[in-house]
């Protein structure tokens, strides 16, 4: 008597489960690279090995998974759902260097972004954790490729004194929980204050280094800012953006404020004040 095939008999596609097992081990290993840059516990060249070594697994998921559709489609064994799942984690997984290799055909290969490119603010506190050579701003050709690609990078002036500005700009670095390592707020004998911290990209969380400046201008203030990543040559427009949305921010709270009072409305306060003293008398 011939026996009848039942549901859940046929054999499991290998490559299916290849595909599988190569897509979650592309997950752990890409997993273990974030890690190991956000939690800064090698060197940047192993962290970014490991990540290639993922992508290099999602890679090799993605075919095992296409080979296994066709074989799967041809012999009518299981494993499709297997098959789909390591096809999805392999396009996640290389969906973001493909876009990091979009960016990079479309946006000029600088890593020093600043709003004065002339007289750009200096890395003092921040310089000892830069890499030799990358303390000074490049200016020349990045320069000229900054002004080509983000024209609005400016500097900022504000209509409030420069201590207000300084309060506000420290206030939102805060609130991005960049990690600040120098504060120096306006003083006798500085014209400029400054604020330097370390701020870490979305996904990978790699440290760039940022200085914003706080000088003077009559009775307001004008702001100007340096993005720069520690390491390769491009920031596939990191810091440009990360300028941008600061400055924005600035504008936003500054223009909020409340306006400064002058010397004579202090004054006419005071008397008012010492008026009604002297009637309670």
Known sequence: MVRRAVFGDEPRSRLATWAGRFAFFALAVAALSVIIVRANILEIVPALTTFAAALVFAGLA????????????????????????????G???????????????????????????????????LARFRPAGRVNYPGGVTAER?????????????????????????????????????A????????????????????????????????????GSRVDARSASRFGGHDFGANASRL??????????????????????????KGAKKGAADKKK
């Open 244 to 269: 941008r949305a600061l400055l924005e921010d600035l504008d936003d709270v500054a223009g909020n404020a409340p306006e400064p009072k002058s010397d004579a409305d202090k004054a006419d306060k």
């Open 62 to 89: 993605i075919l095992l998974a296409f080979a296994s559709f066709i074989v799967i489609w041809r012999q009518g064994l299981k494993g499709l759902g297997r098959a789909i799942m390591a096809l999805f984690i």
């Open 184 to 219: 120096r707020p306006p003083a006798s004998g500085r014209r400029d204050a400054a604020i330097e911290a370390v701020a870490q990209t979305a996904i990978m969380g790699f440290r760039d280094d940022v200085v914003i400046r706080i000088s003077p201008l009559g009775p």
């Open 146 to 182: 900054q002004r080509a690609a983000y024209p609005d990078l400016q500097p900022l002036q504000l209509s409030v004194p420069q201590k207000t500005a300084y309060d506000l700009t420290l206030a939102l670095v805060t609130k991005r929980k960049w990690q600040i390592v120098d």
């Open 91 to 125: 396009l996640l997984l290389l969906a973001y260097p493909a876009y990091l290799a979009y960016r990079a055909t479309t946006l000029p290969s600088i890593y020093d972004i600043t709003t004065d490119p002339v007289n750009p603010p200096r890395f003092e506190a």
